[in-house]
């Protein structure tokens, strides 16, 4: 062999021409679909004919290789260790012999039933679900996603199969309490909120977390709504909050795939234990006790340079190992909100929402999508229909619901209160069955097979909307 092919680890042959990859990673980020981060990093295909190579080079990799060659070196990265510690041999064993192509194969296949994919799925490395997602068409992500039902509960049951559940994010860019209660009616009435009512502070500290953590919970106790509030503030300023004895229900923080990603964020994985305990102590669950809250997105470990070399959809797969690894109620890939850096176009972001979603699943988390972009990429509300619609049909969790689907504090773009009605009628889901009683006990939605609201405001939430629109009044003069 020559030394010229000695330095690949991959080799492919097309015709007179040899093909060489000199790493799994390289081989992965070439293997991705098209999207301006990995341009960005200088690590993706240069052009569409080497991508399609090695694509057909990952196919023929076997998956035991992903367990032998480590993207992040182990002894520097507590992601990677704990995807090592905690992988599943027994779960592993009925798919060791798989080539990536093999495992695509199989996903596809009847023989993949739902049973099935649950008990591989701890044999799953996210190394080896990204693999197999690079390989798959739009349409392969979405079916086998909508066989992986995962099912979490707190005060109400989320992920059941029939059913999509929101959260309602009524952010402020001030805080303002007024603001944020009318945000929060406004979405109750349109059945919106049975994942979380979640806020991201626009001041965020313990003092002001702690304020809003008891606003909701105020809302929460005063309508008997079988539902959870979030504020989703540093890991570290929830824990304060639990030991001032705030009433909290769920515990935040973004994640990456990476331990420097986790580092530039301001965390360390026992940080993550510290407060799963503190949150458990409380007893705050009705129906079950996942009290852990994730979001993630492409291209967060590149923006910290903290990527290693690796593909940004890989990275991604990789914090779902984080994730998996604390019994999520929600985890929540926030698709397009960092920036045309990272997913350019519609296109990149519905790819890129619809691998995230199908890697989450197969790996057994509650996935939910923030279906956004910001309003400097190559994007607009109709890219967004079509990825709300591809999620719905792939069985998505759970979506956003922001007032007018403009994000006056976070300044940008996702789905509205009425873009969960969209879905609902059209696919025929109920929201989480705790919480679509309470919609037609209070007299929100209206008793009927399909999802349909009342036309009058029901009497309970008359008088308060009338006080808030009286103070917001005063306010403005």
Known sequence: MSSEASKYLFRYVVGQRTFGFSSLAELMAKASPARSGDRLAGIAADNAEERVVAQMTLADVPLSLFLEHMLVPYEEDDVTRLIVDTHDKTAFASIAHFTVGDLRDWLLSDLATSEKLKAVRTGITPEMAAAVSKIMRNQDLVLVAKKCHIT??????????GNLSTRLQPNHPTDDMAGIAASILDGLLYANGDAVIGINPATDNVQQATRLITMMDEVIQ??????QSCVLTHVTNTIECIEQGAPVDLVFQSIGGTQATNDSFGFRLEHLAQAQEAALSLQRGTVGNNVMYFETGQGSALSANAHHGIDQQTCE?????????FNPLLVNTVVGFIGPEYLYN????????LEDHFCGKLLGLPMGCDICYTNHADADQNDMDNLLTLLGVAGCSFMMGVPGSDDIMLNYQSTSFHDALYLRRVLGLQPAPEFNVWLENIGIRQSQPHFSLHEKIPEQFKAPLQQLKQQLNEEKQ
């Open 346 to 353: 519609g296109k990149e972001i519905t790819r890129a929402g």
């Open 222 to 227: 005063h309508y008997a709504i079988p539902t």
């Open 152 to 161: 979490t509960a707190f005060r109400n049951t989320i992920g059941l199969p």
């Open 317 to 325: 797969a990789r914090a779902y190992a984080v994730a998996r690894h």
